[in-house]
């Protein structure tokens, strides 16, 4: 079983960046793929949105079309720690932003296993 602790959010420009993070503790964080999900204001949990993940060996990572070419995944096995490195926000992506552990990478949230408690991301225009 891993523990998960998201950090990093806040209140940021349009057009700004921020860089969250996602510590682990327990089970060793090379034991799994690792994504990061968002869920907008009013909506329910169950239309959490895909955002980006990636590999045990942090290999080519997957990212939603909305984010592509703004955001980048990353993770340090060494430090169990993933990164989100978010760049260019927009307003729309305004969010709590969760990290979550799989056994095998999806893009598809009820396959996580594991989530954290998320962090706050607002972009203001």
């Known amino acids: 079983q891993v523990h998960l602790v998201e950090s990093g959010g806040g209140l940021v420009q349009a057009g700004g960046s921020l860089r969250l993070s996602c510590a682990a503790s327990?089970?060793?964080?090379?034991?799994?793929?690792m994504g990061w999900f968002r869920q907008a204001p009013g909506k329910e949990r169950e239309e959490r949105e895909f955002?980006?993940?990636?590999?045990?060996?942090?290999?080519?990572?997957n990212y939603a079309d909305s984010v592509k070419g703004r955001f980048a995944i990353s993770r340090d096995n060494a430090e169990n720690t993933v990164y989100l490195q978010m760049n260019s926000l927009k307003p729309e992506d305004t969010a709590v932003y969760y990290c979550?552990?799989?056994?095998?990478?999806?893009?598809?949230?009820?396959?996580?296993?594991?989530w954290g408690q998320g962090t706050q991301v607002t972009v203001s225009s």
């Open positions: 955002v980006a993940a990636i590999n045990r060996a942090a290999g080519v990572p």
């Open positions: 979550a552990a799989t056994d095998k990478l999806t893009t598809i949230a009820h396959a996580y296993d594991y």
């Open positions: 327990g089970r060793a964080l090379i034991s799994y793929s």
